[in-house]
T-cell receptor, first 113, second 114 residues
Framework: KQEVTQIPAALSVPEGENLVLNCSFT??????LQWFRQDPGKGLTSLLL?????REQTSGRLNASLDKSSGRSTLYIAASQPGDSATYLC????????????FGKGTKLSVKP | NAGVTQTPKFQVLKTGQSMTLQCAQD?????MYWYRQDPGMGLRLIYY???????DKGEVPNGYNVSRLNKREFSLRLESAAPSQTSVYFC?????????????FGSGTRLTVV
């Protein structure tokens, strides 16, 4: 069964720290991987999309990497801010007729001022 | 703003009542999806529509029906609501099934069945 795991489930850091969120997946035959942000009571906002042929993607203070051979992706957040506090979800697209996403359960990030 | 619009945002139903959740996208996307999000379970696919005129079951389709009304709209219907269907429902869309396309999500419908 294709599964996506995110560790840790929750993370609290002081403002200004650089941090890494982890995502692992059991089947390396992925199409792409997408990182989302979800604020409490809100929808999902797409942060970064990495194609299976890519190693990393960057957007501002965010950098996502992909290592298919080890079944891992990381989301690096530089110089964290209180506004980064949210739940971060990793989702893997295995393609196929459904082309649907397999989601991890998320990492809840709290950045303290 | 362009995106995925879901209505209603909140709904309380009594067991056995029916309702339809509406979803519309204005990005000319071909594929549309319905997910539910439950604490400790993550998001799970209920139904999807790869293109206009087609719909297929996802991981948790029991108790739901869908209609792809046109390219823009994809509705989710609960014929006889049960407490187990209390959840947050998200609609999503994307241009197509190629690996280059990511998903865009709506803001969700929070449904409580009492």
């Amino acid at each position: 069964k294709q599964e996506v795991t995110q560790i840790p489930a929750a993370l609290s850091v002081p403002e200004g720290e650089n941090l890494v969120l982890n995502c692992s997946f059991t089947d390396s035959a992925i199409y792409n991987l997408q990182w989302f942000r979800q604020d409490p009571g809100k929808g999902l906002t797409s942060l970064l999309l990495i194609q299976s042929s890519q190693r990393e993607q960057t957007s501002g203070r965010l950098n996502a990497s992909l290592d298919k051979s080890s079944g891992r992706s990381t989301l690096y957040i530089a110089a964290s801010q209180p506004g980064d506090s949210a739940t971060y979800l990793c989702a893997v697209n295995y393609g196929g007729s459904q082309g649907n996403l397999i989601f991890g359960k998320g990492t809840k990030l709290s950045v303290k001022p | 703003n362009a995106g995925v619009t879901q209505t209603p945002k909140f709904q309380v139903l009594k067991t056995g009542q029916s309702m339809t959740l509406q979803c519309a996208q204005d990005m000319n996307h071909n594929s549309m999806y319905w997910y539910r999000q439950d604490p400790g379970m993550g998001l799970r696919l209920i139904y999807y529509s790869a293109s206009e005129g087609t719909t297929d079951k996802g991981e948790v389709p029991n108790g739901y029906n869908v209609s792809r009304l046109n390219k823009r709209e994809f509705s989710l219907r609960l014929e006889s609501a049960a407490p187990s269907q209390t959840s947050v429902y998200f609609c999503a869309s994307r241009t197509g099934t190629s690996a280059v396309y990511g998903y865009t999500f709506g803001s969700g419908t929070r449904l409580t069945v009492v």
